[in-house]
């Protein structure tokens, strides 16, 4: 396991997602009212309602020289486990962060690290100079947007509305971007299933969890939520990850989403 200032390998949940990823930042200004981060002993550190540099770090110059220094250590096993994610303590497209996340996501895809953003943000998506650099490596990134359907639940001053969120992923996917939807957590089962169905023309790959530490679902309402989403993907040929919370919950894996292509 490496665990340095700005790279490491993550565990538990965030490992379902990648095995590699990059925190540069803790807080965030989407100000989600689930948010992982706002939760539990390290929520003082990470759950800041602004995005602030890790203090282990002087200064952003610090924290470029860092990123830098350890892609370096880990290019290759970063290659070859599937690419670099970005980020598990932030949202790497903030305003406060979209220019250090650029810098650190240009050095790596030009040594063909492939890099994971996944985000709650869209103004970027407007920014010429962003998307002029993402373009030029787009066979190299690939971009999540978390879906929720809970627009209630994301009031922060920076975070898009979920329909906003969906009509960037498909700008994206149409401009030839790999995309993925994260469906997590699942706060109503009807309102994941309706992201899901928005977005599915235009979305790679799906993942999807729970809300971690709530009690209260209904074993009937999930299964018949896995089932739905499963048909719909299936029919769509699109690949679903039942994130461990769900097969948990349900005391079952779910089956797989692919099949042969239609015709």
Not at 14 to 39: F, I, M, P, R, T
Not at 72 to 95: V, Y
Not at 100 to 127: F, H, N, R, S
Not at 132 to 151: A, C, E, H, N
Request: hydrophobic content about 35%.
């Amino acid at each position: 396991m490496f665990n340095g200032k700005a790279i490491y390998n993550p565990s538990g949940k965030a490992g379902e997602y990648a095995q590699w990823a990059c925190n540069l930042y803790v807080g965030c200004s989407n100000n989600c009212d689930y948010c992982y981060c706002k939760k539990g002993v390290l929520s003082s550190a990470m759950g800041q309602p602004k995005a602030t540099l890790k203090k282990c770090f002087h200064d952003e110059n610090d924290a470029f020289r860092v990123f830098i220094k350890e892609l370096e250590k880990n290019a290759d096993a970063i290659r070859h486990d599937g690419g670099l994610f970005f980020s598990f303590s932030t949202d790497p497209c903030l305003p406060e962060t979209i220019e250090m996340t650029m810098m650190c996501l240009m050095v790596a895809t030009g040594m063909d690290v492939p890099c994971t953003l996944l985000t709650k943000c869209t103004g970027w998506a407007e920014d010429k100079s962003v998307m002029t650099s993402l373009l030029s490596v787009k066979d190299k990134v690939t971009v999540g947007f978390t879906l929720t359907g809970m627009d209630v639940m994301e009031q922060g001053p920076t975070v898009a509305s979920n329909e906003q969120r969906i009509r960037t992923m498909q700008m994206l996917h149409r401009l030839g971007f790999k995309t993925f939807a994260s469906i997590e957590p699942v706060i109503d089962t009807r309102a994941s299933l309706d992201m899901i169905l928005q977005s599915v023309e235009d979305c790679d790959t799906y993942k999807i969890g729970l809300l971690s530490g709530r009690k209260n679902y209904e074993w009937d309402d999930v299964n018949n939520f896995v089932k739905k989403v499963n048909s719909v993907l299936a029919y769509e040929n699109i690949p679903v990850l039942w994130k461990k919370s769900v097969t948990d919950f349900l005391g079952f894996e779910p089956a797989s989403t692919l099949k042969t292509k239609k015709k």
